[in-house]
């Protein structure tokens, strides 16, 4: 069964560095998120992505973070400085075009992020 | 602008006992709702979804989720709960005529007692 996968499962950087968590979405959905959950507790949307740009950001989304789909496979996000409240674990999520706005997001096992 | 609300941070269930995990929200137009499964130190599994039909839903491992439209409500339900079960369930809600994030509740973490 296809699967979004992501790297690295857990990163350690140090406060004010910059972090890239890296996806994979499944091949052939064209809509993707990023989520984040901090302590096991609710799951924030970030932003989401399609046709190659951003279609809506939350307001966690500032500009420390950006999105990239640099090539046919890989989905991004970039934290410029990270603080130490980015600690979180990071869902990356794709959806199938094919559903229209009825499908439902599929995830992946996630990121997690340790600012020190 | 949707919101999820998830009432119980715990429920505990006896297993083979019915359980019922509870989620009402809000948003302007007709709802798509859906709820999910997170086992501990992994990712969002999908479970099922309410898109428009038979109020009664049916998902993976035995769940199923009534649609009350009246009540604004979505909760999930299985007739006899597993120890395996144990988890965190979210609730999440997308409003029809958007196309794009679905928003989650907070999540209720369900314990069942052998």
């Known amino acids: 069964e296809p699967e979004v996968t992501q790297t690295p499962s857990h990163q350690v950087t140090q406060m004010g560095q910059e972090v890239i968590l890296r996806c994979v979405p499944i091949?052939?959905?064209?809509?993707f998120y990023w989520y984040r959950q901090i302590l096991g507790q609710k799951v924030e949307f970030l932003v989401s992505?399609?046709?190659?740009?951003?279609?809506?950001k939350s307001e966690i989304f500032d500009d420390q973070f950006s999105v990239e789909r640099p090539d046919g496979s890989n989905f991004t996000l970039k934290i410029r400085s990270t603080k130490l409240e980015d600690s979180a674990m990071y869902f990356c999520?794709?959806?199938?075009?094919?559903?229209?706005?009825?499908?439902?997001?599929?995830f992946g096992e996630g990121s997690r992020l340790t600012v020190l | 602008a949707q919101s999820v609300a998830q009432p119980e941070d715990q429920v505990n269930v006896a297993e083979g006992n019915p359980l019922t995990v509870k989620c009402t929200y809000s948003?302007?137009?007709?709802?798509?709702l859906f709820w999910y499964v997170q086992y501990p130190n992994r990712g969002l599994q999908f479970l099922l979804k309410y898109i428009t039909g038979d109020n009664l839903v049916k998902g993976s491992y035995g769940f199923e989720a009534e649609f009350n439209k009246s009540q604004t409500s979505f909760h999930l339900k299985k007739p006899s709960a597993l120890v395996s079960d144990s988890a965190l369930y979210f609730c999440?809600?997308?409003?029809?005529?958007?196309?794009?994030?679905?928003?989650f509740g907070k999540g209720t973490r369900l314990h069942i007692l052998p």
């Open positions: 992505f399609y046709n190659n740009e951003i279609s809506e």
């Open positions: 948003v302007s137009g007709n709802p798509y």
């Open positions: 999520a794709s959806r199938d075009r094919r559903n229209s706005n009825t499908g439902e997001l599929f």
């Open positions: 999440a809600v997308r409003a029809s005529n958007r196309d794009d994030k679905i928003i």
């Open positions: 091949s052939n959905h064209l809509y």
